[in-house]
């Protein structure tokens, strides 16, 4: 680290050599500086510095998402370097006799249902049948955050496994991709409800809130790790809980005059993530067989599940704000 960058506060080092190592002809060494000094943000961030967290989780989201593929291997090696630091804060697993397939699948179900999303106020709400058109927007926005690089994700995952195992996430990324004739992408159509609602729909549109920004980098993460346990986790509990959850989001846009030909987002995905789960579910009982992988597969879930929560409960603080702005009930 050099003397200049040592006198600077933490987060602005962090932002100042991080955009150094991205720059064209960077200094071979930029990318290592680079990535101390996010390490060192990272450290503050976790030790209760909520502004170094913010920066922090902002950074890591901007090393994942979609960017000029010129950068793509320094964004990887930076965010990979703080990694470890990410696992840290994972909650860690009691070691468990090992499961047979049958035995794993049915716990991470139970699991599920136990940190479901639609637990949360937040869901409660939109669903109990006091919604807003206002407050659906809302929540709308920060679906379209957490849905639209779902595919990226997917092609992470799949290069983590044995080519032979890779099937089954290729046929979900085909159908992500819009990949048959006459299908649009998912993006795609997501975008022909939000054009029609008024509400931004741009590939660039970068989520506000630091824990959009930490769920969705753990995402990208375990995508990427090995064992496949970390990824595999994930994805389970992102295709298990939605055909419930879109079920309930299209009924609310219907009751609230939405016409269907604009729902088809969350129409397809009732009957889709049904029978992607199914088949997730082979893939994990066949992968995640030692006790190792699968007191990992747990902590991961748990860990997402977390971080969904903590997400969850800013969007509902920000429904909550916007119904006192407006006088509603």
């Known amino acids: 680290m050099t003397a200049a960058t040592a006198r600077e506060p933490a987060p602005i080092a962090a932002e ?13 060494g930029a990318a290592a500086e680079a990535a101390h000094a996010l390490r060192a943000l990272g450290e503050r961030a976790y030790a209760g510095d909520r502004d170094a967290y913010a920066r922090y989780h902002g950074l890591l989201y901007d090393l994942h998402a979609p960017g000029d593929a010129a950068t ?9 370097a703080v990694y470890p ?47 807003t058109l206002s407050d659906l927007k809302i ?19 799949a290069l983590t496994l044995p080519l032979e195992r890779t099937p089954i996430l290729l046929r979900n990324l085909h159908e992500e991709a819009g990949a048959a004739p006459g299908e649009p992408s998912h993006p795609a159509l997501f975008r022909q409800l ?43 509990a ?37 029978r992607h789960a199914e088949e997730l579910c082979e893939l994990m009982a066949e992968l995640v067989d030692t006790p190792e992988a699968q007191a990992i597969f747990f902590c991961s879930l748990r860990h997402h599940r977390k971080l969904h929560r903590a997400y969850f409960d800013r969007i509902w603080d920000e429904v909550q704000a916007a119904r006192t702005r407006k006088g509603d009930p």
């Open 72 to 80: 793509y291997a320094v964004r990887r090696f930076l965010a990979s």
């Open 238 to 274: 992102l295709e298990y809980g939605t055909p419930a959850t879109h079920g309930a989001l299209l009924d609310l846009l219907l009751r609230l005059g939405v016409p269907e030909e604009r729902c088809a987002y969350h129409r397809i995905h009732i009957t889709a993530d049904a």
């Open 139 to 157: 929540y709308l926005v920060h679906q379209w955050h957490r849905s639209r690089s779902f595919y990226r994700e997917l092609t992470e995952l």
């Open 16 to 28: 100042s050599a991080v955009a150094a190592a991205l720059a064209p002809a960077a200094d071979p």
């Open 194 to 236: 939000l054009a029609y609602l008024g509400l931004p729909h741009s590939e660039a549109d970068r989520p506000a809130l630091p824990e959009a920004h930490a769920y969705l980098s753990n995402r990208v993460r375990c995508a990427r790790r090995t064992p496949p346990a970390w990824g595999l986790a994930v994805l389970f």
């Open 85 to 131: 630091l990410e696992e840290l804060q994972v909650d860690p697993c009691e070691p468990l006799p090992r499961m047979t397939g049958a035995e794993l699948v049915r716990r991470a179900c139970e699991e599920h249902e136990r940190l479901s999303g639609l637990r949360h106020p937040l869901s409660r709400h939109l669903f109990g049948g006091a919604a």
